[in-house]
Protein backbone atom coordinates (compact mmCIF):
# COMPACT_ATOMS: atom_id res chain seq x y z
CA UNK A 1 0.00 0.00 0.00
CA UNK A 2 1.09 3.11 -0.94
CA UNK A 3 1.49 5.69 1.98
CA UNK A 4 1.23 8.84 0.24
CA UNK A 5 0.17 9.07 -3.50
CA UNK A 6 0.11 11.51 -6.59
CA UNK A 7 -1.64 11.42 -9.56
CA UNK A 8 -1.03 11.96 -12.11
CA UNK A 9 2.57 10.70 -11.90
CA UNK A 10 3.62 12.88 -14.76
CA UNK A 11 1.27 15.92 -16.68
CA UNK A 12 1.81 17.44 -20.21
CA UNK A 13 0.26 20.46 -20.79
CA UNK A 14 -0.01 23.97 -22.57
CA UNK A 15 0.40 27.63 -21.19
CA UNK A 16 -2.80 28.90 -20.35
CA UNK A 17 -4.58 25.85 -19.28
CA UNK A 18 -5.96 25.11 -15.85
CA UNK A 19 -5.01 21.71 -14.26
CA UNK A 20 -5.20 19.65 -10.93
CA UNK A 21 -2.85 17.45 -8.95
CA UNK A 22 -4.46 14.88 -6.52
CA UNK A 23 -2.92 13.61 -3.29
CA UNK A 24 -4.36 11.33 -1.06
CA UNK A 25 -2.75 9.56 2.41
CA UNK A 26 -3.01 6.53 4.32
CA UNK A 27 -1.37 6.92 7.27
CA UNK A 28 -4.06 8.77 9.14
CA UNK A 29 -1.95 11.54 9.72
CA UNK A 30 -3.63 15.28 9.90
CA UNK A 31 -1.25 17.76 8.09
CA UNK A 32 -0.40 17.73 4.79
CA UNK A 33 1.82 19.82 2.66
CA UNK A 34 2.81 20.80 -1.34
CA UNK A 35 6.43 21.51 -2.20
CA UNK A 36 7.92 22.11 -5.35
CA UNK A 37 11.12 20.98 -6.90
CA UNK A 38 12.88 23.24 -9.35
CA UNK A 39 15.46 21.60 -12.42
CA UNK A 40 17.91 21.94 -9.86
CA UNK A 41 16.23 19.45 -7.09
CA UNK A 42 15.81 22.64 -5.27
CA UNK A 43 12.60 21.59 -2.19
CA UNK A 44 10.46 24.64 -1.34
CA UNK A 45 7.27 24.38 0.78
CA UNK A 46 4.37 25.92 -0.95
CA UNK A 47 1.02 25.52 1.15
CA UNK A 48 1.16 23.60 4.88
CA UNK A 49 -2.64 22.37 5.85
CA UNK A 50 -3.97 21.01 9.38
CA UNK A 51 -7.02 19.12 9.92
CA UNK A 52 -8.01 20.88 6.73
CA UNK A 53 -7.25 24.04 7.57
CA UNK A 54 -4.50 26.14 6.32
CA UNK A 55 -1.81 27.10 8.24
CA UNK A 56 1.00 28.13 5.47
CA UNK A 57 0.93 29.82 2.35
CA UNK A 58 4.55 30.96 1.14
CA UNK A 59 4.83 33.28 -1.57
CA UNK A 60 3.09 31.40 -4.32
CA UNK A 61 1.17 32.93 -7.23
CA UNK A 62 -2.54 33.17 -6.43
CA UNK A 63 -2.73 30.96 -9.27
CA UNK A 64 -2.59 28.09 -7.09
CA UNK A 65 -5.09 27.15 -5.38
CA UNK A 66 -4.78 24.28 -2.69
CA UNK A 67 -7.85 22.43 -1.57
CA UNK A 68 -8.64 20.03 1.23
CA UNK A 69 -11.83 18.22 1.60
CA UNK A 70 -10.82 15.94 4.48
CA UNK A 71 -8.00 15.54 6.43
CA UNK A 72 -6.62 12.64 4.26
CA UNK A 73 -7.14 14.48 0.62
CA UNK A 74 -4.77 17.58 -0.27
CA UNK A 75 -5.08 18.70 -3.67
CA UNK A 76 -3.32 20.94 -5.70
CA UNK A 77 -4.95 23.42 -8.58
CA UNK A 78 -3.57 25.52 -10.69
CA UNK A 79 -4.85 28.11 -13.06
CA UNK A 80 -3.59 29.97 -15.78
CA UNK A 81 -0.54 28.00 -16.07
CA UNK A 82 2.64 29.20 -17.49
CA UNK A 83 6.10 27.62 -18.75
CA UNK A 84 8.22 28.82 -15.27
CA UNK A 85 5.38 26.44 -13.31
CA UNK A 86 7.18 23.37 -14.77
CA UNK A 87 8.83 21.24 -12.05
CA UNK A 88 8.30 18.32 -9.98
CA UNK A 89 5.32 18.87 -6.96
CA UNK A 90 5.68 16.91 -3.91
CA UNK A 91 3.09 15.90 -1.46
CA UNK A 92 4.13 15.41 1.74
CA UNK A 93 2.26 14.20 5.14
CA UNK A 94 3.26 14.16 9.02
CA UNK A 95 1.71 13.69 12.34
CA UNK A 96 0.89 17.14 13.34
CA UNK A 97 2.20 20.55 12.63
CA UNK A 98 5.28 20.23 14.98
CA UNK A 99 5.84 16.36 13.99
CA UNK A 100 9.73 16.78 12.25
CA UNK A 101 9.32 13.54 10.18
CA UNK A 102 6.91 13.59 6.99
CA UNK A 103 6.30 11.06 4.26
CA UNK A 104 6.64 12.44 0.20
CA UNK A 105 4.82 10.98 -2.24
CA UNK A 106 6.26 10.14 -5.07
CA UNK A 107 5.94 13.21 -7.17
CA UNK A 108 4.03 14.90 -10.32
CA UNK A 109 6.46 16.38 -12.90
CA UNK A 110 4.62 19.11 -14.73
CA UNK A 111 5.55 20.18 -17.84
CA UNK A 112 4.01 23.39 -19.63
CA UNK A 113 4.77 24.06 -22.95
CA UNK B 1 15.92 33.32 8.02
CA UNK B 2 17.74 29.84 7.93
CA UNK B 3 19.83 29.33 5.08
CA UNK B 4 21.55 26.20 4.12
CA UNK B 5 24.32 25.14 1.80
CA UNK B 6 25.33 21.47 1.03
CA UNK B 7 28.40 20.52 -0.89
CA UNK B 8 28.77 19.03 -3.13
CA UNK B 9 26.60 19.27 -5.59
CA UNK B 10 27.64 16.17 -7.48
CA UNK B 11 29.70 12.88 -6.11
CA UNK B 12 31.31 10.01 -8.00
CA UNK B 13 32.84 7.50 -5.82
CA UNK B 14 34.05 3.54 -6.94
CA UNK B 15 31.31 0.77 -5.03
CA UNK B 16 33.27 0.22 -1.21
CA UNK B 17 34.76 3.89 -1.07
CA UNK B 18 33.41 5.98 1.68
CA UNK B 19 31.36 9.03 0.68
CA UNK B 20 31.02 12.32 3.05
CA UNK B 21 28.16 15.30 2.23
CA UNK B 22 28.59 18.95 4.26
CA UNK B 23 26.25 21.37 5.16
CA UNK B 24 26.50 24.20 6.74
CA UNK B 25 23.25 26.63 8.31
CA UNK B 26 23.28 29.99 9.43
CA UNK B 27 20.68 30.07 11.93
CA UNK B 28 22.71 29.32 15.55
CA UNK B 29 19.11 28.33 17.02
CA UNK B 30 18.51 25.33 14.49
CA UNK B 31 18.43 22.50 16.24
CA UNK B 32 17.32 19.53 14.49
CA UNK B 33 19.16 18.01 11.09
CA UNK B 34 18.13 15.58 9.51
CA UNK B 35 19.03 13.70 5.97
CA UNK B 36 16.65 12.65 3.28
CA UNK B 37 17.10 10.68 0.21
CA UNK B 38 15.54 10.75 -3.31
CA UNK B 39 15.93 8.00 -5.43
CA UNK B 40 15.02 8.11 -9.05
CA UNK B 41 11.22 8.91 -9.76
CA UNK B 42 10.62 8.99 -5.81
CA UNK B 43 10.06 11.58 -3.50
CA UNK B 44 12.44 12.41 -0.87
CA UNK B 45 12.44 9.58 2.25
CA UNK B 46 14.40 10.57 5.47
CA UNK B 47 17.04 8.32 6.72
CA UNK B 48 18.94 9.82 9.51
CA UNK B 49 18.92 12.67 11.41
CA UNK B 50 20.20 14.28 14.54
CA UNK B 51 19.36 16.54 17.03
CA UNK B 52 21.90 19.70 18.79
CA UNK B 53 22.25 17.71 21.88
CA UNK B 54 24.57 15.32 20.06
CA UNK B 55 27.88 15.29 18.13
CA UNK B 56 27.60 12.02 16.32
CA UNK B 57 24.48 9.66 15.40
CA UNK B 58 25.38 5.84 13.43
CA UNK B 59 22.88 3.85 11.98
CA UNK B 60 25.00 0.76 9.71
CA UNK B 61 26.69 2.54 6.95
CA UNK B 62 25.41 5.76 7.39
CA UNK B 63 26.64 8.58 10.22
CA UNK B 64 26.13 11.91 10.40
CA UNK B 65 28.47 14.11 12.62
CA UNK B 66 27.23 17.65 13.74
CA UNK B 67 29.54 20.61 14.92
CA UNK B 68 27.57 22.86 16.51
CA UNK B 69 30.38 25.46 17.38
CA UNK B 70 31.04 25.59 13.18
CA UNK B 71 27.49 25.47 12.06
CA UNK B 72 28.13 22.28 9.68
CA UNK B 73 26.53 18.54 9.51
CA UNK B 74 27.72 16.06 7.64
CA UNK B 75 26.55 12.58 6.27
CA UNK B 76 29.11 9.97 5.82
CA UNK B 77 28.33 6.48 3.98
CA UNK B 78 30.64 4.14 4.50
CA UNK B 79 31.12 1.40 1.93
CA UNK B 80 29.19 2.12 -0.67
CA UNK B 81 26.87 0.27 -2.66
CA UNK B 82 25.58 1.04 -6.35
CA UNK B 83 21.81 1.44 -4.68
CA UNK B 84 23.05 4.01 -2.41
CA UNK B 85 23.01 6.35 -6.07
CA UNK B 86 20.58 9.28 -5.25
CA UNK B 87 20.14 12.58 -4.48
CA UNK B 88 20.90 13.69 -1.02
CA UNK B 89 19.54 16.68 0.80
CA UNK B 90 20.27 17.75 3.90
CA UNK B 91 18.14 19.98 6.19
CA UNK B 92 17.93 22.32 9.59
CA UNK B 93 15.05 23.57 11.44
CA UNK B 94 14.63 24.57 15.09
CA UNK B 95 12.23 21.71 15.58
CA UNK B 96 9.00 23.72 15.35
CA UNK B 97 7.66 21.34 12.30
CA UNK B 98 8.09 19.97 9.43
CA UNK B 99 6.94 22.82 6.83
CA UNK B 100 10.29 24.69 8.95
CA UNK B 101 12.64 22.28 7.62
CA UNK B 102 15.42 24.39 5.01
CA UNK B 103 16.73 22.44 2.70
CA UNK B 104 19.84 22.34 1.23
CA UNK B 105 20.31 22.29 -2.20
CA UNK B 106 21.09 18.65 -2.80
CA UNK B 107 23.85 16.16 -3.42
CA UNK B 108 23.54 13.76 -6.35
CA UNK B 109 25.47 10.78 -5.64
CA UNK B 110 26.94 7.93 -7.99
CA UNK B 111 28.30 4.86 -7.05
CA UNK B 112 30.00 3.11 -9.49
CA UNK B 113 30.11 -0.65 -9.47
Known amino acids: DTAVSQTPKYLVTQMGNDKSIKCEQNLG ?6 YKQDSKKFLKIMFSYNNKELIINETVPNR ?33 TLNTEA ?3 QGTRLTVV | GENVEQHPSTLSVQEG ?19 YKQELGKGPQLIIDIRSNV ?45 KLVFGTGTRLLVSP
Open chain 2, 17 to 35: DSAVIKCTYSDSASNYFPW
Open chain 2, 55 to 99: GEKKDQRIAVTLNKTAKHFSLHITETQPEDSAVYFCAASKNTGFQ
Open chain 1, 103 to 105: FFG
Open chain 1, 29 to 34: HDTMYW
Open chain 1, 64 to 96: FSPKSPDKAHLNLHINSLELGDSAVYFCASSQG
